[in-house]
């Protein structure tokens, strides 16, 4: 190697390591997109699915995030699953390279579940680029009872790359009824596109979002061991779940098969799901101006 290339390539090393050392230096451990750029993207469609009723399993669920690390552990049994959120682009805006690749996998089926009001007051932001761009306000909300679980689900048998796989298979939401505080939103057009390749030639659909139902936030399943590098971005992971009204439909149904991801719910059997038009859509939210690192 000449004189010439090999301080070209010290001087490579020098700039990766200075990256790494940098306080805040938004970098990505392998099989983990940053929390920010990861997060302010993901907006999941959510779709009615009532009928299916998985076998009993009782969960203890511990929070995450670290606005609500002070609430405790709580245990859930696992009741009627309500819908299935899937994910979707905003008004044909795309995520970037490198993180629609983990977007695109999230797929969540949404079991009912009860416990105690934990009445915790917080603001929301939103944190997705077009949403934003629309001037919505913050709003001042009271955190309920909580009433879903969500939990990572396949469809049709097709699997996310193993890379991917490895992170998304971790996403665990609770989701809480929520007490709006204030004069109601005006509802905000949208336009949604499917994401995923399994719905991906379902065409867009136009909906108006309305008021915000529910909080989902991180949780971890007890069983459920999750890397560090996958906890520091799903720490963060808060969606704020709005109703959405669409127009006349023209799409008619399709029928999804459902299989579990996470470790600890590997054992349910697949299941069947039909969905027609969706009646909530998830976008992602910080809480009390906590925003996600990144």
């Known amino acids: 190697m000449s004189r010439r290339s090999t301080s070209r390539c010290f001087a490579a090393l020098a700039s990766l390591m200075l990256v790494a050392v940098l306080p805040g230096a938004a970098t990505a451990a392998p099989g983990a997109p940053p929390p920010l750029p990861f997060v302010s993207q993901l907006d999941l469609s959510c779709y009615r699915t009532e009928g299916y009723k998985p076998p009993p ?28 959120c899937v994910p979707v682009a905003k008004n044909g805006e795309i995520p970037p390279p490198g993180i629609v690749d983990f977007v695109r996998w999230v797929d969540l089926s949404c ?40 939990v990572p689900v396949a469809k049709n048998g097709v699997l996310p790359p193993p890379e991917v ?45 309305g008021n915000a139902r529910q909080l989902c936030v991180p949780v971890a399943k007890r069983g459920d061991e999750i890397p560090p590098e ?26 999804l098969k459902l299989t579990h991801l996470n470790p600890v719910l590997a ?19 910080a809480k009390n101006g906590k925003i996600p690192p990144g």
């Open 57 to 84: 399993a009782e969960l203890t669920l511990k929070h995450l995030n670290p606005v609500l690390a002070k609430l405790p552990m709580e245990t859930v049994k696992l009741g009627e699953r309500q819908q299935l």
């Open 111 to 150: 079991y009912r579940i009860e416990g105690g009001a934990v009445n915790f007051p917080l603001t929301l932001s939103h944190l997705n680029p077009v949403v934003r761009k629309l001037g919505i306000q913050d709003a001042h909300v009271t955190m309920l009872s909580p009433e879903q679980l969500c």
């Open 165 to 209: 796989l490895s992170f998304v298979r971790h996403i665990d939401l609770e989701c809480y009824a929520l007490r709006v505080l204030g004069i109601p939103a005006v509802p905000f057009p949208l336009t949604l596109g499917h994401l995923n390749p399994v719905l991906a030639d379902r065409p867009k659909v136009d909906v108006k979002v």
């Open 230 to 255: 996958v906890l520091d971005t799903l720490q963060w992971l808060d969606l704020a779940k709005y109703d959405v009204t669409t127009g006349p439909s023209v799409v008619g149904p399709v029928t």
């Open 267 to 285: 054992r349910l059997p697949s299941e069947e799901a039909v969905i027609t038009e969706p009646a909530q859509l998830g976008l992602p939210v």
